[in-house]
């Protein structure tokens, strides 16, 4: 059997055991893009969406799916995060809000997942804050921006696109 760092040589799915790495600082930025019409853009940055604020609703979700990551994906490691931020950048040509979080730590394991899954939640709430006036909406490209950290170091993809 292959050596997978998630399966033990009884091919048992097991969590990483990191107890004798060394903690350092590791910091994870992903992204992700809600597109939506134009009405529906203008509304939230009007603050017209009969729900609230969608932005800040969205910031506090994705705060809080950062958090609980380890609850959702099965071999995540628990983790006492220092600090997360969620910005939004519209594209009022393309009807369009980037979603970007800064996930950091300092610990034995990286925070990829937790960035990747702030983006993935503060997008889904935005979708769910606006379904009512737009259905349409779509979530895309959601990714790893940049890591740094532990043995595999710096990553910082090359096309942001």
């Known amino acids: 059997m292959p050596a997978f760092t998630h399966i033990d040589h009884q091919g048992r799915v097991r969590m990483v055991d990191v107890s004798v790495k060394e903690p350092t600082l590791r910091v994870a930025v992903a992204q992700g893009v809600i597109s939506m019409n134009s009405a529906t853009f203008e509304n939230i940055y009007r603050l017209n969406i009969k729900k609230g604020n969608v932005l800040e609703t969205a910031r506090i979700a994705g705060l809080m799916a950062a958090k609980r990551t380890s609850e959702l994906i099965p071999m ?6 220092t600090h997360i ?77």
């Open 85 to 161: 931020a969620i910005e939004f950048y519209p594209d009022k040509e393309t009807n369009s809000i980037r979603i970007e979080a800064t996930v950091r730590i300092i610990e034995r394991t990286g925070v990829e997942m937790e960035a990747l899954t702030a983006v993935s939640i503060a997008a889904l709430t935005i979708y769910d804050m606006c379904k009512s006036y737009d259905r349409t909406m779509s979530i895309s490209n959601i990714y790893l921006v940049e890591k740094s950290g532990g043995k595999s170091g710096t990553f910082v993809r090359e096309n942001n696109n």
């Open 76 to 81: 995540c490691h628990p983790l006492n995060m």
